[in-house]
Structures are given as structure tokens and as C-alpha cells.
């Protein structure tokens, strides 16, 4: 009974315009999830007996417009870290927001209980390189997972499947190394998948959404939604019987390409599960809904379905 988590940077919840890609750009897969509608404000609510999609507050009650360190960190932790900080704070967390991330994260709160949880993703031996890994400024999502003390993903795990890079499709490795050949977005599904039978908790994080938004790439975003609805699509097709996959982004963006930075838009939280009861509670028991709310309620699910590390014995 594992948890997948999705993370996809800078996806708000917008209108049905001909500015949001969401709405615009065909995306079959989540069509048929939401009952023939986008991944639009307006598809909000239970959607099947399986699919619930919720508008998250990624404002936290914190002026400003949101950003992506203090809402990652919010979304890793289930803690207010834009009030924490006294501000949204924008790209890489600085010494003080990664320490508080390090403190305690969904990952370390998975171990206190006894599931193994891990991060997909996998990394080059040039991101190491960078003048801003070398300062320590690293994404929340890597200071979390590196809290644990577990090795990161490597290339060799890439090739070996036992990775996801985060464009999905390994397009990005490929264009640059000749020992990386891109993969179609169900080969990459089946690989995340794969990582339940030795976890209960996988996460993974696709950052492209938001980078084509800040470059109001219409371009861009219509091949980011082909992707990752194509990707998407094919991690529901390998759900089991009482897995959940959960969806979630930390901030508004690509859904309005009229302006260049984020939006005040709730974003969504995309749950999927064949457990019914699972999604009613989520629906008439917290509300409303904020990105505080992910990682409790992730703890949630593997407390009371699961018993520890039984995926692994």
C-alpha cells in the first residue's frame, strides 16, 4: 500500500482561457481522470469514487506571492514555512530554511515510524559541480532526502532503472551524453513504480512546468503538459489495489502565461486510490486545504495501512 508523491513545480489551478496551457494543450490522460475536464479551477472536487482533486493554499496566509524554497519546504515538512521564515522566499533555501527543513522532513517522519521512503530522482556527477552545490545551495527536495543520511540516485541508477530523471523522459541527459538514450514517459512510470516494491513512500519532482512558465514558452509548456500527462497517465495505469498517488505543486504559474512570475492561484492536490473511504475522509475532514496538509496526511495513509517495512520483507 504505498504512497506515490508527485511533486511538479509552478502548476496553479487557473481559468479556462486561452492563456493557460492546462487548458488549451491536450491532455488526455488527466481528462479521463477528471471526467473530461482539464486540470482547471473549475474541475475541483471529487471527481469518481477513486478521484479527488483539491484547491491547496500555497499562500499559507503569508503576503506576498508564493515561491518556491518556503513552499517546498512547506509541502517536505507539513509545517508554515513562509510564517517561519517571515517571508516567501524564492528558488534554493538559504542556510536557515535548509536547516529547518533538515530538522525534520516527510522522509525522516516515514523512518521514525518505520517506512522507507526515498526520492526518485537521480542526479549527474556534474550537478555536484556547480558553483551552487559546491555553497550548499541545493533544492528542498535534496536537502530533504539528504537529511536521512541515504545515498542520492545516481546515473548508473538511471540506466539501471532505478531512477526517474526529472524531465521524465531523459531528453535533457540525452541531448548532452552519448551513454543516455531518451525513454518513452511509460517506461519512466514503470521505473518510479518499480521503487514501491523495496519502499513505501516515492517521490519525485518535475521543476520544467515551472521553468517554461517564468519564459512564457507556449512552446515549451505544450510539450512540458504532453509529458507529463502522457507520464502521469502511466503511473495511475500501474496503481494496485490500495495504492495512492498523490499530486501536488507548490505554486501558481505556468497555468496563466500572461505574466512571468508565480500567481496567487490554489494549486492542486491531485489523490488517487481505489480506497474510497480514504477520500471521503480527505474530503469532509480538512478543510480548507493548504500545503501544510500533504505530509500529515501522507503519514496518514502509511500509518494506518500499512505496517512497517512489510513492503520489504
Same mark, same amino acid.
Given at each position: 500500500m504505498p504512497v506515490i508523491l508527485l511533486f511538479i513545480d509552478g502548476v496553479g489551478l487557473g481559468e479556462e482561457v486561452d492563456d493557460n496551457p492546462w487548458y488549451i494543450e491536450p491532455t488526455p490522460h488527466i481528462n479521463r481522470l477528471l471526467a473530461g475536464r482539464n486540470l482547471v479551477a473549475e474541475a475541483v472536487g471529487r471527481v469518481s469514487s477513486g478521484v479527488l482533486l483539491l484547491a491547496a493554499d500555497a499562500a499559507l496566509g503569508v503576503p506576498g506571492l508564493p515561491q518556491s524554497a518556503t513552499g517546498q519546504a512547506t509541502i517536505f515538512t507539513g509545517r508554515n514555512a513562509p510564517q517561519a521564515m517571515g517571508s516567501h522566499q524564492s528558488g534554493l533555501p538559504l542556510t536557515r530554511l535548509r536547516e529547518w527543513v533538515e530538522k525534520d522532513n516527510l522522509y525522516l517522519q516515514a523512518r521514525r515510524h518505520g517506512f522507507g521512503a526515498t526520492f526518485a530522482n537521480s542526479y549527474t556527477p556534474e550537478y555536484f559541480e556547480l558553483p551552487t552545490t559546491r555553497r550548499g545551495w541545493v533544492s528542498v527536495s535534496t536537502c530533504a532526502i539528504r537529511s536521512t543520511g541515504q545515498p542520492l540516485r545516481m546515473l548508473e541508477d538511471l540506466l539501471e532503472g532505478r531512477a526517474v530523471y526529472h524531465d521524465v523522459t531523459r531528453r535533457f541527459l540525452a541531448d548532452k551524453r552519448d551513454d543516455v538514450r531518451e525513454i518513452a514517459p511509460d517506461t519512466a512510470a514503470e521505473h518510479l513504480y518499480g521503487l514501491t516494491r523495496d519502499y513505501d513512500l516515492v517521490v519525485h519532482e518535475f521543476f520544467l512546468s515551472d521553468l517554461a512558465g517564468h519564459r512564457q514558452d507556449r512552446e515549451g509548456m505544450a510539450r512540458v503538459t504532453a509529458r507529463y500527462d502522457a507520464f502521469l497517465g502511466a503511473v495511475v495505469k500501474q496503481l494496485q489495489e490500495q495504492d495512492l498517488l498523490l499530486l501536488v505543486s507548490d505554486h501558481g504559474n505556468s497555468e496563466d502565461l500572461r505574466?512571468?512570475?508565480? *500567481?496567487?492561484? +490554489?494549486?492542486? =492536490?491531485?489523490?488517487? *486510490?481505489?480506497? +474510497?473511504?480514504? =477520500?471521503?475522509?480527505?474530503?469532509?475532514?480538512?478543510?480548507?486545504?493548504?500545503?501544510?496538509?500533504v505530509t500529515p496526511w501522507t503519514m496518514r495513509w502509511l500509518k494506518s495501512r500499512n505496517r512497517p517495512l512489510e513492503r520489504r520483507a
Open positions: 505574466v512571468k512570475t508565480h *500567481t496567487l492561484n +490554489r494549486v492542486p =492536490l491531485l489523490a488517487v *486510490t481505489s480506497d +474510497r473511504a480514504f =477520500l471521503d475522509e480527505m474530503e469532509q475532514q480538512q478543510k480548507p486545504w493548504d500545503l501544510t496538509h
